[in-house]
């Protein structure tokens, strides 16, 4: 059991840490909750083989190539296709039609990681034929993450899983309509990707894009604090057109943010909202 402790990280070290990367490299890690930052931190030392912080925190100052690597082992990339069936279904059935005659539907993914949730969007929009109107931004600041998303390729073992959710949102579909194996690997049909751009975009420190019908930040607003999370869905809910609607993730909530005095449920469970008039 002892083999898996986590180096410990203090205060101290935490705080040197987050200077470092604001000042080195721009990126503000004030508002992401300590316990869940620590962790992370913790088993990219354990990865290194570094029992201090402090041998983290130098080699962040003095191997700025390590960067792009190291926002890739220190977010959670977490994600999966259709992730949480239900709410896309909620989503399909309660919310697309809302834009069904509209010339162009703007969309954006704020946390995309690996892409499986802009495939799954895209799908939805396939099947609803509103696909072709579509433009889609997906962002992260993890720029492995979204090359990995860009090849719309996953390994083999995910499979099953991938295809029981799509199997929940589209019962009668083939999964194959989409999705074929090609040695260990799951590889999508690209030209679900035809109108999506993949960009590095950090959500806390950069301006927002705008005017968009549906934003998705699903299982993003968790690892920051109450404030950041506030300040977050602020920015989001000035991003969306009138009656534009926000997804966050099922685990989520709205509760620290006044911005969601701005919002009507259009499903409280799966967390669907729609910006008011
Ligand atoms: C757990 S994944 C969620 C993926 C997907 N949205 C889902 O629900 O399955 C969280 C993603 O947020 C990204 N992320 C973390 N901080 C971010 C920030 N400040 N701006 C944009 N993306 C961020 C991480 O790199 C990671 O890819």
Same mark, same amino acid.
């Given at each position: ?5 986590? =180096? ?16 080195? *490299? +721009? ?6 909750? #300590? ?15 570094? $029992? ?5 925190? /130098? ?11 190291? %926002? ?13 069936? #239900? ?17 162009? %539907?703007?969309?954006? /993914? ?44 996953? =390994? %083999? ?5 991938? @295809?029981?959710?799509? /199997?929940?949102?589209?019962?009668? !579909? $083939? ?18 990707? @035809? ?5 590095? /975009?950090? !959500?806390?420190?950069?301006? =927002? ?13 968790? *690892?920051?604090? =109450? ?16 009656? +534009?609607?926000?997804? %966050? ?11 969601? @005095? ?10 669907? *909202?729609?910006?008011?008039?």
């Amino acid at each position: 059991m002892l083999a898996d402790l986590l =180096p410990e990280v203090s205060d101290a070290e935490l705080e040197q840490f987050r200077q470092i990367m604001l000042t080195q *490299y +721009g990126l503000d890690f004030s508002g992401y909750a #300590p316990a869940s930052l620590k962790r992370r931190l913790g088993s990219v030392m354990k990865k290194y083989g570094l $029992p201090t912080l402090a041998l983290l925190n /130098h080699r962040l100052l003095t191997q700025p190539e390590y960067i792009k690597y190291f %926002i890739n082992e220190i977010t959670v990339s977490t994600t999966e296709l259709f992730r949480d069936p #239900p709410a896309w279904v909620a989503l399909r059935l309660q919310a697309l039609s809302f834009f069904s005659s509209l010339a162009e %539907i703007r969309i954006w /993914h704020v946390g995309a990681s690996t892409g499986e949730e802009v495939l799954s969007m895209a799908i939805l929009l396939q099947e609803s034929n509103l696909y072709e109107r579509a433009q889609i931004y997906a962002t992260d600041i993890d720029e492995v993450s979204l090359e990995k998303a860009q090849s719309a390729r996953y =390994p %083999i073992r995910l499979k099953r899983l991938y @295809k029981q959710n799509f /199997h929940q949102v589209f019962p009668t !579909i $083939p999964f194959e309509k989409y999705v074929q194996e090609e040695g260990n690997e799951l590889v999508f049909d690209k030209t679900l990707l @035809k109108n999506v751009r993949f960009l590095k /975009h950090n !959500i806390v420190t950069e301006a =927002p894009f705008e005017e968009f019908e549906i934003i998705l930040c699903r299982n993003l607003l968790i *690892y920051f604090t =109450p404030a950041l999370q506030d300040l977050v869905v602020t920015k989001l809910v000035e991003s969306l057109v009138t009656g +534009g609607i926000l997804m %966050i993730g099922t685990k989520e909530s709205l509760f620290w943010c006044t911005a969601a @005095k701005r919002l009507a449920a259009i499903n409280d469970v799966e967390r669907i *909202y729609r910006k008011r008039r």
